[in-house]
């Protein structure tokens, strides 16, 4: 039953290829002829019918395991099969031919003829429908200048061989091919390393093209507008960037977020369409989950809302990993100089990247963090803040003095700053030349049967009108308050 002529059935090509190239081969002008020849239909070929391809594989002299592995078998209502890639149909240009003139040119030998031609085949790298350049000759995969009969390989092309020959439908794409290369690779068999092989392989096509238009072109860019090859290098960077892993994803997720906008901006409009576009859109499916959990992470660890439900369990959430930007701004450290501190001890590798961009773990940094910040304790705060062990703890819980990070709930620890900016608060009051008429915080609490934080709390918010910083004293003594004034306010409350 074997044909007379048979052609080989290549590693990566598609079996529609294949079938248009036997046909080809012994002077059938197409698959459908083929098959009705044969008593099949091209429905039955389509649908991945068993009876179909035993009958074909009879006639190209293969196997029927081998045929089946690269042709699209559906599993589902939109979803296929082919090389043991799951593969959603939208993500799949299956009917159109698409060649990458060159590897044509490779496959036929020096001559190219109609006879030479048969041995260029579709390959199934080129089905995919965010593959848009050859990852060898890094020219755009191209579909025939005028629409032809669908999947017939061989007959659309014959048409084109002088173009083709001549390079005329060449058009070179250099920064292009990361996610093509990918995907021939994982295709072939290869286990890869990167971030990107957790997704399918079609799937992550369409993130990537996603991910690279909004760093290209900006968060609110959308794909109308953008040609073909702009495309491909969109998707070649969106590649390069989710490949390298969540660090570096989350470092972009940092600098949208950081990005000028509306006080007012939820994630939504800070994030522009991935956000929507992986909440609800075609990014929405269980196949993304893993770059959705990063913008989850992401979100729940810098923004201070989420509903009143779960307001209180963000506040308390332990921060996981700082930026020198925002290491900096919590100790108090010059951000040169902090980059030095961290990169001498092994905890940043030199990188010429922003501040806000070289992110490490919070809980790794944090010794080294309040050794170069001198963070201090709780009883050497109180000698320099002059404060007693409870009128600290009072203030602490009133949320007037804040420790900084580091130390336990019982013994909390403070930056240099806050105790910078407290010494400096307590001295910042214009002296008064009628001391009679002045009263320490201490001495008022007790007078009149309040606390120091309560008295504390009305100088910060400006009840108390009449303060004088005592010359010479250092610390929570040295302010003083009118005695009039603080009795009319403790009194009447
Ligand atoms: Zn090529």
Same mark, same amino acid.
């Given at each position: 039953m074997r044909l007379q002529n048979t052609v080989a059935l290549y590693a990566d090509e598609t079996v529609a290829s294949f079938a248009s190239r036997l046909a080809a081969a012994n002077g059938i002008p197409s698959i459908t002829e083929l098959l009705m020849d044969a008593e099949? %239909?091209?429905?039955?070929f389509l649908n991945g019918d068993q009876k179909t391809f035993n009958t074909l594989a009879a006639l190209g002299g293969v196997t029927l395991d081998d045929l089946t592995q690269h042709a699209f078998i559906p599993t589902g209502i939109s979803t296929y099969r082919c090389m043991g890639h799951e593969l959603g149909m939208r993500n799949l240009l299956r009917g159109r031919s698409r060649i990458c003139p060159a590897?044509?040119? @490779?496959?036929?030998?020096? @001559?190219l003829t109609p006879d030479t031609a048969l041995g260029a085949y579709g390959r199934i790298l080129w089905s995919l429908a965010s593959a848009r350049v050859c990852p060898i000759h890094r020219l755009s995969l191209i579909s025939a200048p005028e629409n032809t009969v669908q999947h017939e390989f061989s007959d659309t092309? %014959?048409?084109?061989?002088?173009?083709?020959?001549?390079g005329s439908l060449d058009q070179l794409v250099a920064e292009g091919g990361l996610y093509e290369e990918h995907v021939a690779r994982r295709l072939a068999g290869d286990i890869l390393d990167g971030w990107a092989s957790r997704f399918p392989i079609d799937a992550l096509g369409a993130t990537c093209e996603m991910l690279g238009i909004s760093q290209i072109y900006g968060k609110y860019a959308i794909l109308g507008g953008i040609s073909g090859a702009e495309l491909a290098v969109a998707t070649s960077v969106g590649f390069r960037f989710l490949d390298s892993g969540? !660090? @570096?994803? !989350?470092?972009?997720?940092?600098?949208?977020? $950081? /990005?000028?906008? #509306?006080? #007012?901006? +939820?994630p939504q409009a800070r994030y522009g369409r991935i956000y929507d576009w992986l909440k609800r859109g075609a990014g929405s499916g269980p196949e993304l989950e893993p770059l959705r959990a990063i913008l989850r992470q992401h979100i729940l660890e810098n923004w201070p809302f989420g509903g009143r439900r779960s307001g209180a369990r963000l506040r308390s959430y332990i921060r996981r990993l700082h930026s020198i930007r925002t290491a900096a701004k919590t100790h108090n450290l010059h951000p040169k100089r902090l980059r030095h501190i961290l990169t001498d001890s092994g905890i940043i590798t030199e990188a010429d990247l922003p501040d806000f961009e070289v992110l490490f773990s919070a809980v790794e940094a944090q010794e080294i963090l309040e050794q170069a910040s001198g963070a201090v304790t709780f009883s050497a705060a109180q000698k320099r803040l002059g404060m007693t062990r409870s009128q600290m703890e009072t203030l602490i819980r009133?949320?007037?003095?804040?420790p900084g990070e580091g130390g336990e709930k /019982? +013994?909390? $620890?403070f !930056? @240099?700053?806050?105790?910078q900016h407290w010494l400096a608060f307590f001295t910042s009051f214009r002296s008064s030349p009628k001391w009679d008429s002045l009263i320490s915080i201490v001495d008022a609490a007790r007078k009149y049967g309040s606390s120091t934080d309560r008295v504390?709390?009305?100088i910060l918010d400006h009840s108390l009108t009449k303060v004088y910083s005592v010359k010479g004293v250092i610390g929570f003594s040295a302010v003083v308050i009118d005695k009039a004034e603080v009795a009319r306010l403790l009194v009447k409350s």
């Amino acid at each position: 039953m074997r044909l007379q002529n048979t052609v080989a059935l290549y590693a990566d090509e598609t079996v529609a290829s294949f079938a248009s190239r036997l046909a080809a081969a012994n002077g059938i002008p197409s698959i459908t002829e083929l098959l009705m020849d044969a008593e099949h %239909s091209m429905a039955g070929f389509l649908n991945g019918d068993q009876k179909t391809f035993n009958t074909l594989a009879a006639l190209g002299g293969v196997t029927l395991d081998d045929l089946t592995q690269h042709a699209f078998i559906p599993t589902g209502i939109s979803t296929y099969r082919c090389m043991g890639h799951e593969l959603g149909m939208r993500n799949l240009l299956r009917g159109r031919s698409r060649i990458c003139p060159a590897c044509f040119r @490779e496959d036929k030998g020096p @001559e190219l003829t109609p006879d030479t031609a048969l041995g260029a085949y579709g390959r199934i790298l080129w089905s995919l429908a965010s593959a848009r350049v050859c990852p060898i000759h890094r020219l755009s995969l191209i579909s025939a200048p005028e629409n032809t009969v669908q999947h017939e390989f061989s007959d659309t092309w %014959s048409l084109w061989l002088p173009e083709i020959g001549e390079g005329s439908l060449d058009q070179l794409v250099a920064e292009g091919g990361l996610y093509e290369e990918h995907v021939a690779r994982r295709l072939a068999g290869d286990i890869l390393d990167g971030w990107a092989s957790r997704f399918p392989i079609d799937a992550l096509g369409a993130t990537c093209e996603m991910l690279g238009i909004s760093q290209i072109y900006g968060k609110y860019a959308i794909l109308g507008g953008i040609s073909g090859a702009e495309l491909a290098v969109a998707t070649s960077v969106g590649f390069r960037f989710l490949d390298s892993g969540p !660090t @570096e994803i !989350t470092a972009y997720f940092e600098t949208l977020r $950081r /990005a000028l906008g #509306q006080p #007012q901006d +939820r994630p939504q409009a800070r994030y522009g369409r991935i956000y929507d576009w992986l909440k609800r859109g075609a990014g929405s499916g269980p196949e993304l989950e893993p770059l959705r959990a990063i913008l989850r992470q992401h979100i729940l660890e810098n923004w201070p809302f989420g509903g009143r439900r779960s307001g209180a369990r963000l506040r308390s959430y332990i921060r996981r990993l700082h930026s020198i930007r925002t290491a900096a701004k919590t100790h108090n450290l010059h951000p040169k100089r902090l980059r030095h501190i961290l990169t001498d001890s092994g905890i940043i590798t030199e990188a010429d990247l922003p501040d806000f961009e070289v992110l490490f773990s919070a809980v790794e940094a944090q010794e080294i963090l309040e050794q170069a910040s001198g963070a201090v304790t709780f009883s050497a705060a109180q000698k320099r803040l002059g404060m007693t062990r409870s009128q600290m703890e009072t203030l602490i819980r009133a949320g007037i003095l804040k420790p900084g990070e580091g130390g336990e709930k /019982a +013994r909390p $620890r403070f !930056t @240099e700053a806050t105790i910078q900016h407290w010494l400096a608060f307590f001295t910042s009051f214009r002296s008064s030349p009628k001391w009679d008429s002045l009263i320490s915080i201490v001495d008022a609490a007790r007078k009149y049967g309040s606390s120091t934080d309560r008295v504390k709390g009305l100088i910060l918010d400006h009840s108390l009108t009449k303060v004088y910083s005592v010359k010479g004293v250092i610390g929570f003594s040295a302010v003083v308050i009118d005695k009039a004034e603080v009795a009319r306010l403790l009194v009447k409350s």
